[in-house]
């Protein structure tokens, strides 16, 4: 299965956040307060760090990436001087 880079980025933030929140509701238990919050704190800035250089990677595919559509005006597809033909008027004379 292939993902592009948006897809995992996604699913990196989401992993990581619910590591945070798993993180803070260990935070119940008063011994353990002070080293599951720098713990919470540093995965945080972990997915906002993994987040920002992913972006930053993606923008930087899509400034490489060749333009795809080659830019015509639109009276391109007309023709030259060409008179308009004229509508088929059937002629209703007996």
Do not use: E
Not at 16 to 45: E, H, N, Y
Not at 79 to 86: E, F, H
């Amino acid at each position: 299965m292939k993902w592009d880079a948006n897809t995992q980025l996604c699913l990196v933030a989401v992993t990581m956040a619910g590591t945070a929140l798993m993180i803070s509701i260990f935070t119940a238990f008063p011994g353990l307060k002070g080293l599951i919050s720098v713990l919470r704190d540093g995965v945080l800035w972990l997915a906002v760090l993994v987040l920002l250089s992913g972006a930053g990677f993606v923008v930087y595919q899509r400034l490489q990436q060749p333009p795809t559509l080659t830019q015509r005006s639109a009276f391109d597809d007309l023709p030259g001087r060409a008179p308009a033909p004229r509508p088929f008027i059937p002629d209703s004379r007996p």
